[in-house]
């Protein structure tokens, strides 16, 4: 917070000045509890101490019509709205490599806070964001100040569905003390902190020069992207064929339109024997918290890089949430406005037809969907790796052998869903990367049952492979069969809202297989002929709330 006293002599000022009311410090502490008099608000709207009913009655309003009044005040600044973000809190952790490269779920910016703005506000100050040629995301500067507090040279994110006449600036940044080089990032948002209100009226100037954010996901909309996020209204679902609302696409087969579904490109072995491993993600159940994120770091070993790395595309999250807007204000009025579409760019480069659609909306909606390896029984990755460092598995896992990777890229190039991570240096023993792997403390927290990975090899999610081998030779050594729910990955054990389902669908009464039958149930890009172990259930919205 900037302040030089200490944490104890904040404290005792605090109370003494706005909660003892002239009462003893010594006997609160003493005591471990301290009754506060009873306090309530006058026709003034002036906060008073109680005295009896009769006074209540005569001299008190309702609290909601003081909220009113104050909600009616004007001011000649913006309204600023301090937070705590999903991954970092309240900065406590801020020590901790993982949440500092963890993406924001609606920005999908790591490594920084930001102030964020509406597009009309951005246009009125001259502040804006954009996409630069190696991928990252700049943007521009502004000072804020409330009560003659500045914070200077804070970075802009403008951020669809945010309010006219707002700002948005997140807490646990902008630490010094007791924190390496690397990871003193942000900037401090405690300084506009006052009278324990998160919201505060602010007032804004845009300031010089450009900042440079590390952005994992630069497209919007969900656009033309039919195939990969599916969603229908609750009223279509429950009165419309499941055809309709979760179309298989068709490709053509001898002249002749079929089911993706029924098509293949080579041909399929017996799956039947034994487990065959598949991941079942619900779109309604996501909220893009991001606790499947770092459950996977944590399991696995995944490298965290830097905030110079990941502006470079350079991240190494074996799996990601992709977030998309809607460019209308609901999902459905974007498929309308597609089928009215006769192109897909206009002349000239310009923005025409699907073009227009990659902007969203004033007030989107959004949608969040995680994604890893698909683990596909026809991978493509595996026909171009000419080591054969990739293959597929009989329990449907696509493995790795990282001894036996020489790093030609080939399979992350042939992946439809680019889920595969190139480890471009050596993240660990390495002081250009100085977080937890390169000292004894943080090495404290790797998993013994996956290797490091070393430069120059590719690697991705596994599926946990160590955790379902484990649950196997456990049920061997007990004598008993495997029961449902046993097998987990890390994401799924992560996963508090039951978005992801792990398990076996040789296993009949199993979740997952339950879960496979169901007529929401699609592959990403099933066109493609992948065939993937991973499957999502499209999203049911209830826009009729009656």
Not at 26 to 54: H, I, K, R, W, Y
Not at 173 to 197: C, D, I, P, S, W
Not at 302 to 323: A, C, F, N, T, Y
Not at 436 to 444: A, E, I, Q
């Amino acid at each position: 917070m900037g302040s030089e006293s200490s944490y104890y002599d904040y404290i005792k000022e605090t109370w003494n000045a706005g909660i003892l009311n002239g009462e003893s410090w010594n006997q609160a502490l003493q005591d471990g509890v301290f009754q506060a008099q009873a306090m309530t608000v006058d026709v003034e709207g002036e906060v008073v101490p109680d005295a009896d009913e009769s006074e209540m009655e005569q001299a008190s309003v309702p609290i909601a019509s003081a909220v009113r009044s104050l909600a009616n005040a004007t001011s000649g600044g913006m309204e600023l709205t301090l937070y705590s973000k999903v991954g970092m809190g309240d900065g406590q952790q801020a020590s901790n490599p993982w949440l500092q490269e963890f993406p924001d779920p609606i920005t999908r910016v790591s490594w920084d806070n930001y102030v964020t703005i509406s597009k009309a506000d951005a246009e009125s100050l001259g502040v804006k964001n954009v996409n630069v040629a190696n991928g990252g995301m700049d943007g521009n500067y502004v000072n804020l100040t409330v009560n003659g507090v500045t914070i200077q040279n804070v970075p802009v994110v403008v951020q669809p569905g945010q309010a006219k006449g707002s700002l948005g600036l997140s807490f646990g940044y902008g630490k010094t003390v007791g924190m390496k080089e690397e990871m003193q990032t942000g900037v401090n948002a405690f300084l506009l902190y006052e009278g324990f209100n998160a919201n505060q009226i602010v007032t804004v100037e845009k300031a010089g020069g450009n900042h440079e954010f590390a952005c994992v996901q630069l497209h919007k909309t969900l656009m033309g992207r039919g195939d990969i996020i599916k969603e229908t209204s609750l009223e279509i679902f429950n009165t419309k064929d499941h055809a309709e609302w979760n179309h298989v696409p068709q490709v053509s087969l001898n002249h002749q339109e079929v089911p993706a579904t029924s098509v293949d490109l080579w041909e399929s072995f017996d799956r039947s024997v034994g487990h065959h491993f598949n991941l079942s993600i619900d779109l309604n159940a996501c909220t893009g918290c991001g606790a499947c994120v770092i459950a996977c770091h944590a399991e696995n070993n995944v490298p965290v890089v830097g905030k110079r790395e990941v502006r470079v595309s350079r991240d190494m999250h074996w799996l990601r949430i992709d977030r998309y807007y809607s460019s209308e204000e609901s999902f459905e009025a974007d498929n309308t406005k597609k089928e009215e579409l006769d192109g897909l760019w206009g002349d000239n480069g310009s923005l025409g037809g699907f073009g227009e659609m990659e902007h969203p909306s004033d007030n989107p909606q959004v949608v969040f969907q995680p994604v890893m390896c698909q683990h596909c029984n026809h991978a493509p990755c595996e026909t171009v790796c000419p080591v054969a460092a990739t293959s597929h598995g009989r329990q449907g896992q696509n493995q790795m052998a990282y001894n036996r990777c020489v790093g030609t890229r080939y399979c992350a190039n042939n992946c439809p869903y680019k889920v595969r991570r190139f480890n471009w240096f050596l993240y660990n023993n390495n002081e250009e990367f100085d977080f937890h792997m390169n000292n004894d403390l943080g090495k404290m927290v790797l998993n013994p049952d996956v290797n490091v990975r070393s430069r120059g090899v590719i690697e991705k999610c596994s599926m946990c492979i160590q955790k379902t081998q484990k649950t196997i030779l456990d049920a061997k050594r007990d004598g008993r069969i495997v029961e449902d729910g046993e097998f987990q990955t890390a994401c799924s054990a992560a996963c508090g809202n039951g978005a992801m389902v792990f398990g076996d669908v040789n296993d009949e009464g199993s979740k997952v297989s339950e879960l496979k039958e169901s007529n929401r149930m699609y592959h990403l890009l099933e066109h493609v002929g992948t065939k993937p172990n991973v499957f999502y259930h499209v999203k049911v919205r209830n826009t009729n709330e009656a």
